[in-house]
């Protein structure tokens, strides 16, 4: 629900292109250059790296050779060229751990916001959509969910659960979809009151239809913008919960988890704390920009989010 | 004001009862603590024995039921770990927590109020991109690998702080401004937009008019008004630190509530776990409460209304 068609926003943004008077070839590539390049540009090499890139890696990412241990990145004394971001403790190629750490987080990331927003986009037409006593309890159980702090939640399910890649998805998932829900929720209740809606059931639409035809078109763009905002905290809420070791477990990788794999030689090695946290930083930044980009464009009066 | 004050109470313990549920649930689902208190050699019969100690051969109802008119009574069990009383294991470390939040929040606070206001009135300068670059930077980092890059700059590099530890004021720098990190973006955004809209408020063009100092229209009339959402929001920052803390206690070795529920969690320390979630959300709805209320004593605007 939360991945829409990619021609969407082309789409959107080429009308807008055209209302100004710009239609045609020459709109087409005025709207080319007010993309957001840099912020693709950093999720394109990250997606490329998620698909293609666990195939070739340089070294097999889980490959130990202790001869060639805490080796700095090759621009450094003592760095070899077949090494250009260095060595961890275990000699393990850092480029390609971070290229494989990348599917790690797209995985996650991907699976975490689709069923979020599925559950929550669920819950929240229905408590606005009914109303009553269905609001209410779908409401107070937002609120119960907000009243445990999120990482202290996690901390907890994490713990109970056997850790692994599932788990953090349900931790993720759990804390998340009270976002959409309440979001979701408000635009519903907007919408309810206008001609179309009470046209459609006049029609004979039941509350399905109606709420499957009539509100989910309309509130797709709150959707997409709110879901790519997000994904730089699920990557950052993925990699806090790898790194305390209640996340993604060896032999799997993941930026999170090679950061806490290096934090007893962060003072002989900067390079291994300091480089899988440039990959989330960098990631996190691509998709926030890209997200307000994506809501200045489709989603003008949710300045908020 | 009575009314809305006395639903918002009950709505606070509702909140709390289901956090409880929440957290009582989740403990049950991990498994059979009895194969890890005894040793691995235990007999069946052992097993059953000690599940009848501890109370799990009832149905789940009453277990919860149990748990929570224990928990009322401040009662958690005793540490497995430790052999002594579960909050008190966690009551002793709360005052480490709330005096690294409060200086936490004390930091993004100041900060965000400076660079806020500066922002605002210096809007579109070559500080307030500095300020908007600032902003992207912070929410994209997390908040651990920002307490780890400043051990490894201040601590390791510069041998400037202590990195670990909880002592004098030195051992709060690092872990307070890495726990206040993450707010401040949030924040001064908040002051900066706050600020622009009273900025533009015609009792400002008056002032500005009647020739009032510039530094006392902004930092004395304009800011009174500007900080009002961040005053009010103060709670759900000071919640969040909370939460925070469990990570950034971990990192700094600090002697909190938030490290030691994480190494209780390692050591399968289930009455420890549950003490300090359940006290930690208890603080939340608390703050969050405080916010509803704090709106309408600083606003009367919105006391009135209702």
Redesign the interface.
Known sequence: MSVAPPSQSAAAAQTLARRRGKAGLKGFASWLLRLPWFPLLILLVVFFCATVGPYVTPHDPGALNLSMALKPPSWQIGGTAAYPLGTDNMGRDILSRMILGAKISVIVAFWAILFSGAIGTLMGMFSGYFGGKIDMIIMRLVDIQMSVPALALALILSASLKPGMTTVIVVIVVTYWTWYARIVRGEVLSLKERDFIALARIAGCNAFMILLKHFLPNILNTLLVLATLQLGSVIIYEASLSFLGLGIQPPDVSWGLMLSDARPYISVAWWVITLPGLAIVLTCLGSNLFGDWLRDTLDPKRRQL | MLKYLLSRLL??V???I??SV??FV?????GDVTLLLLPPDATPEQQRIMRHELGLDKPYVVQYLLFAGRAVRGDFGKSYRWQTSALKLVLDRFPATIQLAVCALVFSVVVALFFGVLSAVYQGSWFDSFGKVFA??G???????VG??F??FFA?KLGLLPAFGRGGLKHLILPAVTLGWYSVAAQTRMVRSAMLDVLDSDYIQTARGVGVPRWILIWKYALRNAAIPLVTMLGVYF?AM???S??IE?IFAWPGVGRT??EA??A?DYPV?QA??LF??IF??LS?LLVDLAYGFIDPRIRYVR
């Open positions: 709505q606070g509702v909140c709390i289901g956090a929440i957290i989740a403990s049950r689902v991990s992207l930077l929410q994209a980092m997390p908040g651990f690998w780890l890059m051990i490894l390791v919640a909370l939460g925070g469990f990570i971990t529920v994480v969690i390692f399968r776990v300090g979630v930690t959300s939340f709805v969050n």
